[in-house]
């Protein structure tokens, strides 16, 4: 079993930043590629950033390039998203998920105001 539990989600300004932490545990924990995925109230859940575990390849969404970067920290096992420049429509539960695994985090809400 892995457990990823993320952090950091809360209620923000548009135009204002966020920083989301992914933490991975596990005894079957292994070097996953890792990405990022939102769930708007309502929509189906989208994909928002990957990134490899050595970190040298990293994918977004055409939504959020040029305002969100992912990166990692593999000797902590953690993987972040910071988001700046925070649009209301960011609005949603943001979940981290360890690519081609079953495994999925319980999610972190974030609320982008107007």
């Known amino acids: 079993q892995v457990q990823l539990v993320e952090s950091g989600g809360g209620l923000v300004q548009a135009g204002g930043s966020l920083r989301l932490s992914c933490a991975a545990s596990?005894?079957?924990?292994?070097?996953?590629?890792m990405g990022w995925f939102r769930q708007a109230a309502g929509k189906e859940r989208e994909f928002v950033a990957s990134?490899?575990?050595?970190?040298?390849?990293?994918d977004y969404a055409n939504a959020v390039k040029g305002r969100f970067a992912i990166s990692n920290d593999n000797a902590k096992n953690t993987v972040y998203l910071q988001m700046n420049s925070l649009k209301p429509e960011d609005t949603a539960v943001y979940y981290c998920?360890?690519?081609?695994?079953?495994?999925w985090g319980q999610g972190t809400q974030v609320a982008v105001s107007s």
């Open positions: 998920h360890s690519l081609g695994s079953p495994y």
């Open positions: 596990g005894p079957t924990y292994r070097r996953y590629d």
């Open positions: 990134i490899s575990w050595s970190g040298d390849n990293t």
